[in-house]
């Protein structure tokens, strides 16, 4: 886990340098160590708020992601629209 494991208090690595891979191992992490419990209320909800706070960069990685496939997969069509109107002016 890239964040604080039980017993130990390493700084964590900022959660907007991760990549969607690193966000996503450590976020399951969270979710078992959560899981498992154990913890105290102030670590708990600390461990909880890194969860959202990766689950969040995760989100922004693929929405990232899904955005380029999407602009790699229709430059030509939106070329084409804006070049080559076939609609008859006169049909309307």
């Given amino acids: 886990m890239t964040g604080p494991a039980k ?3 390493p ?3 900022p959660v907007a340098q991760l990549g969607y891979e690193q966000a996503r191992d450590e976020l399951i992490e969270v979710v078992t160590t959560l899981e498992h419990g154990g ?3 102030d670590a708990s909800l600390a461990l909880w ?3 959202e706070a990766l689950a969040t960069r995760c989100e922004e990685h693929l929405t990232g ?3 380029r ?3 790699a997969l229709s430059p ?3 070329e084409d629209d804006d070049e ?3 609609s008859d002016p006169d049909e309307d």
């Fill in 49 to 51: 708020e890194r969860g």
């Fill in 69 to 71: 496939i999407e602009a």
């Fill in 39 to 41: 913890l105290d209320l």
């Fill in 76 to 78: 030509e069509d939106s």
């Fill in 11 to 13: 700084k964590p690595i």
């Fill in 65 to 67: 992601a899904r955005d």
């Fill in 7 to 9: 017993g130990t208090s």
């Fill in 84 to 86: 080559f109107d076939d």
